[in-house]
T-cell receptor, first 114, second 109 residues
């Protein structure tokens, strides 16, 4: 199994509070991704990173920011959480090479915003 | 806009082959077709991928239409452990992976 750790795995918070989810990898893969999964929507890409300090927006980036100061860590921040951000968040990593780079996923972080 | 279209659900009898279809009519020439599956309460896991030619691995086979606008994931003998949501996604040259809503596969004993 790919070395991907998400923390926290479960979090309950209140509307308006900041929340940071952490994704840590031990594979030295270049690409890291944050997805959210909601019933009826499948997985939707929030942000991704293609290197240290190199990030870009995905399909549903509003209300989220990310940072990657080290190869192994990719942080997802909700500056002011809203109930619509209640979801399961998955981190994924991928190596370079279009022909070889499959995605490896973490176990997910379940966030509930009250 | 969805990049791939899959049926919401399918059923299969145990030990029979399963053909899971996917339409991707707007695929570009450099997009790779990937398939992932997600078991309950787990993150998705890689199944197979291809560009133009059919592909086989120990888990499944991938049949890609000649015009690349559709593909089919083939599970040769469905087992109860294959019950999952199967996602057909495209990987572009920017290394972005776009998931749809997937197909929920039920395997009947």
């Amino acid at each position: 199994d790919a070395g991907i750790t998400q923390s926290p795995r479960h979090k309950v918070t209140e509307t308006g509070t900041p929340v940071t989810l952490r994704c840590h990898q031990t594979e030295n893969h270049r690409y890291m991704y944050w997805y959210r999964q909601d019933p009826g929507h499948g997985l939707r890409l929030i942000h991704y990173s293609y290197g240290v300090k190199d990030t870009d927006k995905g399909e549903v980036s509003d209300g989220y920011s990310v940072s990657r100061s080290k190869t192994e860590d990719f942080l997802l921040t909700l500056e002011s959480a809203t109930s619509s951000q209640t979801s399961v968040y998955f981190c994924a990593i991928s190596d370079t090479g279009v022909n070889t780079g499959e995605l490896f996923f973490g176990e997910g972080s379940r966030l509930t915003v009250l | 806009d969805a990049k791939t279209t899959q049926p919401n659900s399918m059923e299969s009898n145990e030990e029979e082959p399963v053909h899971l279809p996917c339409n991707h009519s707007t695929i570009s020439g450099t997009d790779y077709i990937h398939w992932y599956r997600q078991l309950p309460s787990q993150g998705p896991e890689y199944v197979i991928h291809g560009l133009t030619s059919n592909v086989n691995n120990r888990m499944a086979s991938l049949a890609i239409a000649e015009d690349r606008k559709s593909s089919t994931l083939i599970l040769h003998r469905a087992t109860l452990r294959d019950a999952a949501v199967y996602y057909c996604i495209l990987r572009d040259t920017g290394n972005q992976f776009y998931f749809g809503t997937g197909t929920s596969l039920t395997v009947i004993p």
